[in-house]
């Protein structure tokens, strides 16, 4: 092992850390305490190694964890982009690309590219892996929501529609994990937190 | 699948939310803003999959990752405890198993025995996934005490030795990375943020 690739790696995980101060607009469960990407991207992880069994097909666990766990570094240098948003774009944008390029690129080339593609894996949403990291991605804040009486539906008068077609993609990863997301929706508009 | 083990899984996902509320001594790299334990297991789990080739033997990387994503899971009940502590022990406490049978218990019974059975092989560190998740623990926090003119070590006043025999473990998981790690506590020595 070069010492050079060891320094390399530590820049990288020094420059990270920064993702612990990127904010997003959902809060923690049963407060009003904004999540960061850092604790983010670890609560997926978690639901990632406990849901699994749940996929649709059969998935490479520890890619979909690479996934989950990196799926955010690109907003050290673009932002958090909120999931509703009416003006910018949550896709993949340039933005993003650049960014993902200048942060992965702090790693030895080898491992740059490992992350780069892995990234852009997951943002494409193709394979069973992406999607099923896709699906995390798309239930934590569903949880968050429904534990916060409404949560950033509430905030951002998000309605039903909006909230059921962004969803929805939950059941490309897993369709049983699909059948209990739709019924906390349809509980949701019941309660009168999210409105049709 | 079983609606009931997907419901038992969504309480154990909401209980661990509690894990981004402790807080840990060691602050952010180049900050005076704590760690949570939340984002601590995530950078652990960014260091694990970048750093793993370094590791003296062969690693399963995906054990790993479930060692150092659950690691502090139990102090949600029984409370961060400093490495440097000295009236209470960092080691494996009754408290901290209890905390274990409850939290991991909230999960279907395979899961929960899966689960306490890693986090004891972490406390126990005999294996060389253990060996090396311990190592990426007690690196992390050398990493940001040095980018934080001795962080921690300055503000309790921890001397060399107790530094150096904390830290000489992470050699069991990886000896170049223990190289590094050397050479940075030598270094904080000659900069004066680490006391002979």
Redesign the interface.
């Known amino acids: 092992?070069e010492?050079k690739d060891?320094?390399q790696?530590?820049g990288?995980?020094?420059e990270?850390?920064k993702?612990?101060y990127i904010q997003r607009k959902t809060k923690?469960?049963n407060s009003d305490r904004c999540?960061?990407d850092?604790?983010h991207?670890?609560?997926l992880?978690?639901?990632t190694?406990?849901?699994a069994?749940?996929a649709n097909q059969p998935i490479n666990?520890?890619k979909v964890?690479?996934m989950v766990?990196?799926h955010d570094i690109v907003e050290i240098d673009a932002g958090d982009t909120f999931l509703y948003d009416t003006t910018k774009s949550h896709d993949n944008t340039e933005e993003e690309l650049l960014a993902a390029k200048r942060i992965f690129g702090l790693?030895p080339a080898n491992?740059a590219k490992e992350f780069i593609d892995i990234w852009m894996e997951f943002e494409e949403g193709f394979t069973e892996e992406a999607k099923f990291a896709r699906s995390m991605d798309r239930f934590?804040p569903l949880?968050q929501n429904t534990?916060n009486n409404g949560g950033t539906w509430a905030e951002f008068n998000v309605n039903y529609e909006k909230v059921y077609n962004k969803k929805k993609v939950i059941e490309n990863g897993s369709r049983?994990?699909w059948n209990?997301a739709e019924s906390l929706i349809n509980d949701s508009v019941e309660k009168g937190i999210l409105k049709k």
């Open positions: 092992m010492t060891l320094l790696q530590v990288f995980i020094k990270i850390d993702l612990k923690l469960f999540e960061n850092a604790e991207s670890w609560h992880a978690m639901m190694i406990i849901l069994e749940h666990v520890l964890l690479k766990l990196i790693l491992q934590e949880l534990s049983s994990i209990y």
